[in-house]
């Protein structure tokens, strides 16, 4: 099958959607599938204009114009990308909140009658509901012949309020459990070790994030010694550093490579999520992947791969997260018989059943655009 993945954003670019974006190209190739990649994101040699270049198994087209700030967006790609996009045999439109070129791409696509995928792989807020719901976007791009997905079951939820109740399935981020399995708990006794990996932007939560850490080491018990990691890189982390300037048990290390991740989480005891507003939080199921156990927020993403109490500790509100954490840094035994299931079970978002979930999606747009009269 030729498939084009349309995505405003694609590395160099760092972030959730545009690693998933690349990780689920390669796994489709590797699957057989030959796989295009149609982005607005400049590559790392910063060449604006129409550039065309290998990715590994993937061709990647970049259709990039100047914009403020560097948004990845260009008006002008559609025109361009038409002769082209007719050629495929599936179209798989990767949505945030804002995307201005992949809902062009979608516009198209399903202009040339091309069986279309969409996943959003963000949370559409209240304000952004409305917004949808005004322009019936989404139910456009449903009688266009558009299956609807997203990330999670939450932010499917979120998806399908915007579009006035219509049904959107859930393909979710993939992991390959091989890349996130270190050698083994490598605990240090000296303390229990809470860790956090996060981009420093307002949306996670930072200054939210320390105060939980203040209020965690005023909950545990003063005998327990108490060590937290937070790895990432971002606007607010020049701030977020002078807060924790008189904290010496809170270390922020900035953004690190994914193998210096893998042994981070090895020598750690639990991971902390504080973001509400969480599509999926591929950071988090990485650490469950790795054994962690998870302390994150119950209706978020996460809780697609974190039950409360076998993978973790899922809370309502940052009151339930600090005794969330509090309960997992003072209960050696709940820590470590659910640090030993998530050792031992896989998730059940590992690539193969992912890219199994996408080529199902894959069928039934063809077979909605069969069923229009314009069969693929």
């Given at each position: 099958?030729?498939?084009?993945?349309?995505?405003?954003?694609?590395?160099?670019?760092?972030?959730?959607?545009?690693?998933?974006?690349?990780?689920?190209?390669?796994?489709?190739?590797?699957?057989?599938?030959?796989?295009?990649?149609?982005?607005?994101?400049?590559?790392?040699?910063?060449?604006?204009?129409r550039v065309v270049a290998a990715d590994g198994p993937v061709t990647v087209h970049r259709h990039t114009?100047?914009?403020?700030?560097?948004?990845?967006?260009?008006?002008?790609?559609?025109?361009?990308?038409?002769?082209?996009?007719?050629?495929?045999?599936?179209?798989?439109?990767?949505?945030?909140?804002?995307?201005?070129?992949?809902?062009?791409?979608?516009?198209?696509?399903?202009?040339?009658?091309?069986?279309?995928?969409?996943?959003?792989?963000?949370?559409?807020?209240?304000?952004?509901?409305?917004?949808?719901?005004?322009?019936?976007?989404?139910?456009?791009?449903?009688?266009?012949?558009?299956?609807?997905?997203?990330?999670?079951?939450?932010?499917?939820?979120?998806?399908?309020?915007?579009?006035?109740?219509?049904?959107?399935?859930?393909?979710?981020?993939?992991?390959?459990?091989?890349?996130?399995?270190?050698?083994?708990?490598?605990?240090?006794?000296?303390?229990?070790?809470?860790?956090?990996?996060?981009?420093?932007?307002?949306?996670?939560?930072?200054?939210?994030?320390?105060?939980?850490?203040?209020?965690?080491?005023?909950?545990?018990?003063?005998?327990?010694?108490?060590?937290?990691?937070?790895?990432?890189?971002?606007?607010?982390?020049?701030?977020?550093?002078?807060?924790?300037?008189?904290?010496?048990?809170?270390?922020?290390?900035?953004?690190?490579a994914r193998a210096d991740l893998v042994r981070a989480y090895a020598e750690s005891d639990l991971y902390?999520?504080?973001?509400?507003?969480?599509?999926?939080?591929?950071?988090?199921?990485?650490?469950?992947?790795?054994?962690?156990?998870?302390?994150?927020?119950?209706?978020?993403?996460?809780?697609?791969?974190?039950?409360?109490?076998?993978?973790?500790?899922?809370?309502?509100?940052?009151?339930?997260?600090?005794?969330?954490?509090?309960?997992?840094?003072?209960?050696?035994?709940?820590?470590?018989?659910?640090?030993?299931?998530?050792?031992?079970?896989?998730?059940?978002?590992?690539?193969?059943?992912?890219?199994?979930?996408?080529?199902?999606?894959?069928?039934?747009?063809?077979?909605?655009?069969?069923?229009?009269?314009?069969?693929?």
């Amino acid at each position: 099958m030729k498939i084009a993945l349309l995505s405003d954003c694609y590395p160099p670019r760092l972030g959730g959607i545009e690693t998933q974006v690349r990780d689920l190209g390669h796994r489709l190739a590797a699957a057989g599938h030959e796989v295009h990649v149609y982005t607005a994101t400049v590559g790392a040699d910063g060449v604006r204009g129409r550039v065309v270049a290998a990715d590994g198994p993937v061709t990647v087209h970049r259709h990039t114009i100047w914009t403020p700030l560097g948004i990845p967006m260009n008006p002008l790609a559609p025109k361009a990308i038409r002769p082209e996009l007719r050629s495929f045999d599936v179209a798989h439109v990767h949505m945030g909140v804002i995307s201005p070129f992949a809902t062009d791409m979608a516009h198209l696509a399903l202009e040339l009658g091309l069986p279309t995928v969409l996943t959003w792989h963000c949370v559409l807020e209240p304000a952004a509901q409305r917004a949808y719901a005004a322009l019936r976007l989404i139910p456009r791009f449903a009688r266009a012949g558009a299956v609807l997905t997203a990330v999670s079951g939450m932010a499917a939820d979120r998806v399908s309020r915007a579009s006035g109740g219509l049904p959107v399935s859930v393909v979710p981020n993939g992991i390959d459990p091989a890349r996130w399995r270190g050698p083994g708990p490598e605990r240090r006794g000296d303390a229990v070790r809470i860790v956090t990996a996060l981009r420093f932007a307002p949306r996670k939560r930072v200054p939210a994030l320390l105060r939980m850490l203040r209020a965690i080491r005023e909950t545990v018990p003063a005998r327990v010694r108490l060590a937290a990691t937070l790895y990432g890189d971002g606007s607010l982390l020049p701030l977020a550093r002078r807060r924790v300037a008189d904290a010496g048990w809170i270390t922020l290390p900035g953004r690190v490579a994914r193998a210096d991740l893998v042994r981070a989480y090895a020598e750690s005891d639990l991971y902390l999520s504080p973001v509400r507003l969480e599509a999926f939080g591929v950071a988090a199921l990485e650490a469950r992947t790795a054994g962690l156990p998870v302390a994150a927020v119950a209706g978020s993403g996460v809780a697609d791969f974190v039950g409360d109490g076998v993978e973790g500790l899922l809370a309502h509100d940052d009151a339930g997260l600090v005794a969330a954490v509090a309960r997992l840094a003072t209960d050696d035994d709940l820590r470590r018989r659910i640090a030993a299931h998530n050792r031992a079970v896989e998730p059940a978002q590992v690539w193969p059943r992912v890219v199994a979930d996408v080529e199902a999606a894959y069928d039934r747009a063809r077979a909605a655009m069969a069923k229009r009269g314009q069969p693929r």
